[in-house]
């Protein structure tokens, strides 16, 4: 005789019990969601049968609205297109020894480099402070790190 099952029945009765109210609750349920389903579909950019989160997104992200940015119209000037990087263009500079960044921007220019931005000290900055790339020397002058 399986004394195990005579054990565990009554308690598998229960949950058999439980899951058969469980499932009539689920399905009234399903039912209500339905018939809200139904009074809200009525509203523009609802679609039935989808949640109301859902869908107010997915309305929102088709509404053509105002961007972020340049306004219309205003465009961006024309970058410039130049052979060397603006790290070879100040390697370049500097072969001649440890300059400042003023004499690092005429040499960079005088090397033919075109810079696109307003104020193109902040371009060579970028460079002269990323680790590894230069070292900085008493006097304010900087020399390639390798």
């Known amino acids: 005789m399986n004394t195990t099952s005579n054990r565990y029945s009554p ?3 229960q949950l058999l019990v439980e899951k058969d109210t469980l499932a009539q609750r689920i399905h009234r349920i399903d039912e209500a969601l339905r018939a809200l389903d139904g009074l809200a579909g009525a509203r523009p950019g609802r679609k039935p049968g989808r949640p109301a989160s859902l869908s107010l997104k997915a309305t929102r992200a088709t509404t053509p609205g105002r961007r972020r940015g340049r306004p219309p119209g205003k465009r961006a000037g024309k970058r410039a297109r130049n052979e060397l990087s603006l ?3 100040i390697l ?3 072969g001649k020894g ?3 960044k003023a004499e690092i921007l005429s040499g960079v220019q005088k090397e033919g480099y075109k810079f696109s931005a307003s104020n193109p000290m902040n371009s060579i900055n970028v460079l002269l402070y990323t680790k590894g790339l230069f070292k900085k020397l008493p006097g304010k002058k900087f020399t390639p790190a390798k």
């Open 98 to 100: 440890p300059l400042t």
């Open 92 to 94: 370049k500079a500097m």
């Open 11 to 13: 308690f598998r009765a």
């Open 87 to 89: 790290r070879a263009a």
